[in-house]
């Protein structure tokens, strides 16, 4: 994965961010966002999460008609709050284990149970519906540039401060998935001690 990012994802986003003012860059992220917020509906709404739901229902609505197909974020400047929802968190919902921390080839940090859940997130993620497959794959890769993008500087950081990436991206990621529907965790991830997820010693092979 780092080398995919060092050799591809990087460099194009670098050049994405240079070449593309910030105002145009927030359009897109917002444009993206919006579409989240039609799949954190359902998964909301699955979860039984009457308030997340109407939220989600609300913020792609106004967003989509006041905002311009979503360019501009008028939900959030009328204090209607997201609350950002994905399969994996439904199935925590219902009780589903977490299972394994993961690293995923070209996707990255996740679970078991969150990995299943991103098969459902690609059919239920309204871009990936698209039926012209140019349109389709154009708009996936602006997604995936664009988000590149929004993370430079953190990735950055990562690379400056952390002696063991693995270990903090692992921290990061599951700590992401933990709390109530303000921080978009679900509340269920069980806690994972300092050797979760690393190989074990050779005196144990």
């Known amino acids: 994965n780092e080398g995919l990012d060092n050799a591809v994802l990087k460099p194009v986003a670098t050049a994405y961010q240079t070449v593309t003012p910030r105002v145009a860059r ?38 989509s008609v006041l905002g311009i197909g979503g360019l501009f974020d008028i939900a959030s400047e009328a204090g209607i709050l997201r609350r950002k929802q994905d399969f994996g968190q439904t199935l925590g919902r219902w009780g589903v284990p977490t299972g394994p921390y993961l690293v995923l080839p070209f996707w990255g940090p996740s ?26 794959n154009s708009l ?22 952390a002696l063991d990436k693995y270990s903090l991206m692992r921290d990061v990621y599951l700590r992401s998935r933990i709390g109530g529907a303000a921080s978009g965790g679900d509340g269920k991830l069980e806690n994972y001690d300092d050797d979760a997820g690393k190989l074990p010693p050779d005196s144990a092979k």
């Open 111 to 136: 679970t078991l149970r969150d990995a299943s859940g991103q098969i459902v997130d690609a059919y239920g993620y309204p871009a990936n519906n698209i039926d012209n497959i140019r349109l389709r």
């Open 140 to 161: 996936y890769g602006l997604r995936v540039v664009n988000t590149r993008a929004d993370l430079l500087k953190a990735g950055d950081m990562l690379d400056s401060v």
């Open 26 to 63: 927030q359009g897109v992220t917002n444009f993206f966002d919006n579409l989240g917020d039609a799949w954190s509906f359902v998964n909301n709404a699955l979860q039984g999460q009457g308030e997340g739901a109407y939220n989600s229902m609300v913020r792609f609505t106004v967003n």
